[in-house]
């Protein structure tokens, strides 16, 4: 049998993105997103997490990775290579556990949005191919090298082409389709060969074979403006790939009815009582603009609520919207069927929004779930979705801006 040990770098230390490894990347820790990967694979036999971080180690442990050891602090600085990370982690495996395995796969967290057959593909690749010491993931490069150009140190004078090629004259000038296709590398993995490693003193070797991977999936994860895009990307594309725990639904392409939670949504889950009994909640004023936007759009919103309260009433009623009040655990799903058989709507047209667990029945009825960002656990771990913004303080108006964005979108591809 085939030893293949999936191995994924994840430091404590990220400048660019602080505590980078474990920040929730769409309702995960983004390390969980490799680590899915790793242990979807068929051919894989063990998924090891290298880190200097007891709190990366514990969520990856929770992920279902192993943590034997914990990386030296001499090896998690900012300029520390990949090589010795690995050359460290198979040498503590083999002095400690006698541990050999014949294939190394590096997944990097900073690439997440992985094709769901993308480890077995390239451990194949290298497997067929016995000269080949490791396969590297690339996609098509974006931009062509023989178009780019060096500028002279002052950035004041003639400017040189970057690169030459045989036969062409002005390759700066020529049409690319003349021009040769070239690959950019990813993240996304690295299939090595346990002897390049250890007897070449490389994480590649000579010979290198290409696994290509579809460039819709090209996410690396540098600062927060990827952050954000990426995880918009993930939730409208209808790209297949590994996801944490479970297989999250895309946002639907036709959307007719938005349901949203009370407390903790619409609210920010707290609540001010007087003397006399009356409450008060905060609410974000700028919920109510979008959903005017969603009702010209076509789009239906009513409020379910859990508890039955005035406040719900008021704040239903200046935002222009159906309320339904007093329901219990399971009464809120069997509301929300009554009201889509009633207004004639599939529940693949349906979006709940949710914070608490008395959400997760509803979740199972609609079409997508969406949790806020400040929801319980187990909600976030349950929805397609997770917003960045907590209830009550935007997370709303972030999905009215999302939906309507779709519905442009879709009406332009149209």
């Known amino acids: 049998m085939t030893e293949i040990l999936v191995l994924i770098p994840a430091r404590g230390g990220s400048k660019s993105i602080p505590r980078k490894n474990i920040r929730d990347f769409s309702g995960y820790p983004l390390i969980a997103w490799s680590i899915a990967a790793g242990l979807s694979s068929e051919l894989v036999t063990r998924v090891i997490v290298s880190t200097d971080d007891e709190e990366?180690?514990?969520i990856a442990k929770e992920f279902g990775a192993e943590t034997p050891f914990m990386r030296p602090l001499k090896l998690a600085q900012d300029d520390t290579t990949d090589l010795p990370v690995f050359e460290h982690a198979l040498k503590w495996l083999e002095n400690n556990q006698s541990y050999h395995p014949d294939v190394v796969i590096q997944l990097r967290p900073t690439s997440p949005i992985r094709p769901r057959e993308l480890v077995d593909d390239a451990i194949r690749v290298l497997l067929e191919?016995?000269?080949?010491?490791?396969?590297?993931?690339?996609?098509p490069a974006g931009q062509n090298p023989y178009k780019m150009w060096r500028l002279p140190d002052g950035e004041m004078g003639p400017m040189e082409n970057l690169l030459n090629i045989d036969g062409i004259t002005e390759p700066y000038n020529t049409p690319r389709q003349r021009l040769p296709s070239l690959y950019w590398q990813t993240g996304h993995i690295d299939a090595i060969r346990t002897s390049t490693i250890l007897e070449k003193g490389s994480l590649t070797g000579d010979v290198i074979y290409p696994l290509v991977i579809d460039s819709q999936y090209a996410v690396d994860l540098d600062n927060l403006q990827d952050w954000s895009r990426y995880e918009y990307l993930l939730m409208t594309s209808r790209l297949e790939c590994v996801s944490p725990v479970h297989q999250r639904r895309l946002?639907?392409?036709?959307?007719?009815?938005?349901?949203?939670?009370?407390d903790g949504v619409i609210s920010n889950n707290l609540v001010w009582t007087d003397q006399d009994g009356r409450e008060m909640v905060a609410a974000?004023?700028?919920?109510?603009?979008?959903?005017?936007?969603?009702?010209?759009?076509?789009?239906?919103?009513?409020?379910?609520s859990s508890e039955s309260n005035p406040v719900v009433s008021a704040r239903a009623k200046k935002m222009g919207v159906e309320a339904f009040q007093g329901l219990g655990l399971h009464a809120k799903s069997?509301?929300?069927?009554?009201?889509?058989?009633?207004?004639?709507?599939?529940?693949?047209?349906?979006?709940?929004?949710?914070?608490?667990?008395?959400?997760l029945p509803v979740?199972?009825?609609?079409?997508?779930?969406?949790?806020?960002?400040?929801?319980y656990p187990e909600v976030i771990r349950a929805a397609d979705f997770v917003l960045s913004k907590p209830g009550g303080a935007g997370a709303v108006r972030e999905l009215c801006d999302l939906i309507l964005r779709s519905i442009k979108e879709n009406n332009n591809g149209s």
């Open 363 to 375: 979740f199972e009825i609609v079409g997508w779930s969406v949790a806020v960002a400040d929801a």
């Open 56 to 58: 990366i180690a514990a």
């Open 129 to 139: 191919n016995k000269e080949a010491d490791c396969v590297r993931g690339v996609v």
């Open 284 to 304: 974000s004023r700028s919920d109510s603009i979008r959903i005017s936007a969603l009702r010209e759009a076509g789009v239906e919103t009513i409020i379910l």
């Open 251 to 262: 946002m639907p392409e036709k959307i007719k009815l938005l349901v949203l939670d009370f």
């Open 334 to 359: 069997q509301t929300l069927k009554r009201i889509m058989k009633e207004k004639g709507i599939s529940s693949e047209h349906v979006v709940h929004v949710g914070n608490d667990v008395n959400d």
